[in-house]
């Protein structure tokens, strides 16, 4: 995830874009291309998720799971495309998420603009976490891609060893692993909240009393035409990383021989079944049963 300062950089939009309906929808008819074969992850499901295409300057830019209650962001999905470039960087929210009718373009954040349905800036400050993005401006092809990242439904608190760390080692090795992959790579970034019955203290668990912090951040792609083989890492492949130093072991053991600011940040990778077996157990799904898919067909090229 990208590391941001906790201040954001602010410009003025010189457009206005007029009012789209629908855009908060229960299938992401409207931003399917963000997934394998158009179908969104099955099995993730519950009445306060809310999904989200991610709209910046009249165009679709990715496409988010949105947790109403908990006021961030369940998963990003987004197409892989690399653009190395410098911009000026914007924090902006959803204004279509603070009532019906409401603009369905993210909008510039103001400093001092609070919301009760969704993070504000005010939110992080004075926390243990900064701002974590699902789909990271590292993986945008344009800038107007990298600016739409910069909305707080795409952010999660994530704590410093991770963003500035062991996730952003891993972001950067799903970059190059891009060179290999000669049709589209679609990636999944996503959560898993901390358990109700979690000894974790509650200053941990939830910024300002009101936004939730998760427990471990995954991720997974899927590439189903490349050039090169390395080990098992295609056509797909997946990842776990703590963002709780003192979570327990049973999903990513904790390495005691690391040190400084990386210590309890530990990321383990996976293959695509294992990290949707441990996504079915953790994530409150409707049925017991349902077991998470990620993609389509375990993102077999048909």
């Given at each position: 995830m990208d590391r941001v300062s906790a201040a954001p950089v602010l410009f003025l939009l010189s457009c206005f874009?007029?009012?789209?309906?629908?855009?908060?929808?229960?299938?992401?008819?409207?931003?399917?291309?963000?997934?394998?074969?158009?179908?969104?992850?099955q099995g993730i499901t519950g009445?306060?998720?809310?999904?989200?295409?991610?709209?910046?300057?009249?165009?679709?830019?990715?496409?988010?799971l949105y947790h109403r209650n908990h006021r961030v962001a369940l998963y990003s999905a987004y197409k892989v495309s690399?653009?190395?470039?410098?911009?000026?960087?914007?924090?902006?929210?959803?204004?279509?998420?603070n009532g019906e009718g409401n603009?369905?373009?993210?909008?510039?954040?103001?400093?001092?603009?609070?919301?009760?349905?969704?993070?504000?800036?005010?939110?992080?400050?004075?926390?243990f976490y900064t701002k974590g993005h699902l789909a990271p401006k590292l993986h945008q092809g344009t800038t107007d891609d990298k600016l739409a990242t910069y909305t707080l439904t795409n952010i999660v608190p994530q704590r410093e060893g991770s963003n500035a760390g062991t996730w952003n080692?891993?972001?950067?090795?799903?970059?190059?692993?891009?060179?290999?992959?000669?049709g589209e790579m679609y990636v999944i970034t996503g959560t898993i909240p901390f358990e109700s019955n979690s000894e974790a203290p509650s200053i941990f668990k939830k910024m300002n009393n009101k936004v939730y912090a998760p427990e471990y951040i995954w991720s997974a792609y899927c590439c189903t035409?490349?050039?090169?083989?390395?080990?098992?890492?295609?056509?797909?492949?997946?990842?776990?990383?703590?963002?709780?130093?003192d979570s327990t072991n049973d999903i990513v053991p904790k390495n005691p021989?690391?040190?400084?600011t990386t210590l309890g940040y530990d990321v383990k990778k996976m293959p695509l079944n294992d990290l949707e077996d441990i996504l079915s157990k953790k994530l409150n799904i409707q049925s017991s049963s349902e077991k998470i898919t990620l993609f389509y067909n375990d993102c077999k090229a048909n």
């Open positions: 874009f007029g009012m789209v309906s629908g855009l908060l929808s229960n299938d992401f008819s409207e931003c399917k291309e963000f997934f394998y074969h158009g179908i969104p992850p009445q306060e998720y809310q999904p989200i295409c991610q709209k910046f300057k009249n165009k679709y830019r990715f496409a988010t690399l653009l190395k470039e410098t911009f000026e960087e914007e924090w902006m929210f959803e204004p279509q998420l603009d369905a373009e993210m909008q510039p954040l103001k400093k001092s603009d609070t919301f009760d349905n969704q993070a504000s800036l005010q939110d992080y400050v004075e926390s080692n891993l972001e950067e090795e799903i970059s190059k692993r891009k060179g290999s992959c000669t035409h490349f050039t090169e083989m390395e080990g098992d890492v295609f056509p797909t492949y997946a990842a776990v990383g703590r963002n709780y130093p021989n690391v040190k400084g």
